[in-house]
């Protein structure tokens, strides 16, 4: 059975495949990446490019890029002007990757490269999406599981039913489907969800994801919690309806509260003894305001950061790309 309700129409290797790579200060992992990637694009039976986008890092990883490519015409490297974050360095792949199929993927061999012929084999079934699903994660913390699954789970409640669970940003897309996201020039990126969002038929290939081949995480507890949130506010109106929803609740309760206080003045029972509560209201009233002005505030901020449509990365540098025509 298909996962999709089109037929799928079979369809020959691609003339060219793009591997989209974003790195940020990957010294210690660039000088294990390279090698292997070389040896798979080697065994592949269609020609490649990669590229290898520098998302401003501060250590030598953009000399060892440099390097590389001198030897390499398939190597072509893209840099940034400073450090855009991944999803805009993504961004700014894809967008220079030339591509009949492109498949985006981490540097620290965490998403690893062998899986690039299955992926393929699926495109050639017909698949223009093919994300890599993981069935497990080696070396990584019970934390970093339990909020990855967690961030999983209530991102499909929110973002799209159709965004899939503990698949990262690695996957490949044909073309239409690309052409479909760069369409999409919104400031706020969450790719894993605008691709859920663009439909197109998908499918996914397996894996236990090793743990990072080098150094250090580039997503700390607090990039990943600003990655959620900018993810949830940037696709959903859902948190707006929930204080919505919260703020009639309490308006009910208090008008309530209201007709009760002034039954009770009425028949003469003791008001007086009502004090503690009606500051426990008045506070708990007073502080959902805030967190409601606090949220449409978010919002609001994303709408300035929107429409003053600045571009989403600037290019400081690039090597081997064909010229502008
Ligand atoms: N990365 C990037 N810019 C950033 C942070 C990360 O380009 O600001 C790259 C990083 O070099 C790696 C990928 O994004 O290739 C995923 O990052 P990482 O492996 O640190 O994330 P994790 O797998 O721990 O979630
Ligand atoms: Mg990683």
């Given amino acids: 059975m298909s996962d999709t309700f ?10 060219l495949l793009s591997l989209v790579i974003p790195i940020f200060n990957e010294e210690e992992v660039l000088p294990l990446l390279i090698p292997r990637l070389r040896e798979i694009l080697n065994t592949l039976s269609c020609p490649s490019e990669v590229i290898l986008v520098d998302d401003g890092s501060s250590d030598r990883s953009i000399q060892i890029l440099l390097k590389e490519s001198e030897s390499d015409s398939r190597l072509k490297v ?12 993504a961004t700014a792949g894809l967008d220079f990757s030339r591509g009949e199929a492109v498949i985006l993927m981490d540097a620290d061999l965490q998403d690893p490269p062998e899986l690039i012929s299955a992926m393929l084999e699926k495109y050639c079934q017909g698949f223009d999406v093919v994300y890599a699903k993981r069935t497990a994660r080696e070396g990584e913390t ?18 799209h039913k159709d965004l899939p669970v503990d698949v990262g940003d690695y996957r490949l897309m044909s073309r239409p489907c690309l052409d479909a ?29 090793p743990r990072r081949a080098a150094g250090e995480t580039k997503y700390p507890l607090s990039k990943m919690l600003l990655f959620a949130w900018n993810a949830a506010l940037s696709f959903s109106p859902l948190p707006l309806r929930l204080i919505f929803g919260a703020g009639m609740t309490l308006a009910i309760g208090s008008f309530s509260y209201g007709l009760f206080a002034m039954g009770a003045t009425f028949w003469g029972l003791d008001v007086v003894r009502g004090w503690a509560s009606s500051i426990a209201v008045t506070c708990f009233i007073g502080g959902t305001i805030l967190v409601s002005i606090g949220l449409l505030g978010e919002y609001v901020a994303k709408i300035y950061e929107q429409v003053k449509e600045r571009p989403l990365y600037v290019v400081a540098r690039t090597k081997n790309f064909p010229p502008k025509a």
């Avoid at 089109?6 to 003339?15: A, E, K, N, Y």
């Avoid at 019970?142 to 973002?159: P, S």
């Fill in 181 to 209: 996201l760069q369409s999409m020039r919104e400031t706020h990126r969450f790719l894993r969800g605008m691709v859920a969002w663009i439909g197109f038929p998908q499918t996914s290939v397996e894996f236990i994801r």
């Fill in 6 to 15: 089109f037929d799928l129409v079979p369809r020959p290797l691609p003339p």
């Fill in 78 to 89: 893209l840099a940034l002007a400073r450090n855009f974050g991944h999803q805009l360095a």
């Fill in 142 to 159: 019970w934390f970093k599981k339990a909020t990855a699954w967690a961030f999983y789970r209530i991102m499909r409640r929110l973002i």
